[in-house]
């Protein structure tokens, strides 16, 4: 799959540098995956949850952190939107973020 706006993940590890090992390996788990429908995704990370509108929710560090992004099977893209902690994710609506 192909990361899109991975700058914010950048930008995020600048700041918690205890999940720079966690994303990395999300990164690299991703950026290795040919998914092409929801089955392949949820194989990959059971405990991904979709939420709507093309948004999928997946814990990162032990559930300590949020990431959320946009997944364009046919594409063959990721969009990440937000990454954050539980009290950033509590105050955004995910269906739009």
């Known amino acids: 799959m192909i990361i899109i ?11 918690h540098a205890d999940c720079r090992k966690a994303v990395q390996n999300w990164i690299n788990k991703v950026e290795d995956a040919e998914w092409k429908s929801h089955t392949d995704l949820k194989m990959d990370f059971p405990s991904a949850d979709y ?3 093309g948004r999928y929710v997946f814990n990162i560090r032990g559930n300590k952190y949020r990431l959320i992004v946009v997944v364009v099977f046919v594409a063959g893209q990721l969009i990440v939107r937000f990454i954050g902690t539980h009290a950033e ?3 955004i609506n995910v269906e739009s973020v």
């Open 89 to 91: 994710y509590d105050k």
């Open 51 to 53: 939420v709507k509108n």
């Open 5 to 15: 706006e991975s700058q914010i993940l950048d930008e995020f590890v600048e700041k």
